[in-house]
């Protein structure tokens, strides 16, 4: 997220200098933002990607993402940015190295790219809202906030871009009422951002101080031992679409108090203490699957799992490894 906003920085930098002219007398400026326009699209996607994979790592495979830029940025250093300042000052007055016709087809591929990208974001958030993580209330703000992320960047673009084609290949008077839309989106957009990031953590989730237990420690270890009990005689996790308050009123336990034991006896949340026990009870059912014969998908719905990819998605998460391979590893 980082690099996407400076790459949207380098652009509005970009803007400014051209038309104040600034590329006249310092040269070295020119091209110097316009690889960058090439980063917006990748960034905001691997933005939604680590948001919504567990355990998200920048792999090195994810650099393709990035080829473009460095592409360009290849072609401008050697074309332009190594010459000398009067061989750079020729270049920016002939436009040799970026004729109209290269600006043209750069500006619809940048276009193009975004738009590819946000449609690819869009999913990835909509996949990961409809799986099984969405009882724990910081996931559901992120889940908000992201979703506003990608499609407010969506929105914002179509307008640009909408003006942008019009203005390359009509006239630039077309264009004036899709920029003032454009314009007016980007600063609001960005504006709520920066509102958000500047007032609370993650966007719209305030920080909240750990408060120490109001129970003394022979109720913490009776509560301990009532919900111990009640999870492995009553089994509620096979339960679909448990939810906290569901578990605290089985166990006569208030919902706040739960989930503060459960955050802090057990370092987890929620979604991930309930997931934990239904992998548990997977992984019996898979053992005894070459019997039952009993597929992946009938042992998620038996654990109390509503979705084949909730299933998988957990599973990895608390024994990295897939319910296949598990079971793969058993024979």
Known sequence: MAVFFFAQILYSLDQVC???FIFTDFPFLTY??????TVWGPSMYLYIRSETTNAFNFKTKYVL?????????????????FHSVE?????????????????????????????VYNIAGIIAIEKFAKSDTLKDSNILSKIKWNKFMVYGYFITCV?????????????????????????????????????????SSHFGKKMKSTKSF???KVEYANLNLKLALHMKEQKPFLQFGLTLSDLASQIDIKE???????????????????????????????????????????????????????????FKKHSQTTPTGYKKSLS
Do not use: C, W
């Open 18 to 20: 051209k038309s104040n």
């Open 256 to 314: 706040r108090l739960l989930s503060q034991f459960i955050n802090q006896h057990y370092n987890s949340t929620f979604q991930d203490y309930i997931n934990l026990f239904r992998i548990n009870e997977a992984k019996k059912l898979i053992e005894q699957s070459s019997n039952s014969r009993m597929s992946i998908l009938e042992i998620a719905y038996e654990s109390g799992f509503n979705s084949k990819s909730a299933f998988n998605f957990a």
């Open 32 to 37: 110097i933002g316009l690889p960058f326009f």
């Open 214 to 216: 109001s129970i003394n």
């Open 65 to 81: 993402h990035y080829l473009p830029f460095v592409l360009l940025t290849l072609y401008f250093l050697f074309s332009f940015h």
């Open 87 to 115: 061989e750079k000052h020729q270049l920016v007055a002939s436009e040799e190295i970026f004729t109209d016709g290269y600006r043209k087809v750069f500006m619809s591929f940048v276009g193009l790219q975004v738009f």
């Open 159 to 199: 307008f640009n871009n909408i003006a942008m084609l019009i203005f390359l290949f009509k006239d630039a008077k077309s264009t004036a009422v899709y920029l003032f839309i454009s314009s007016f989106l980007f600063l609001a957009y960005f504006s709520i951002i920066l509102g958000k990031a500047l007032l």
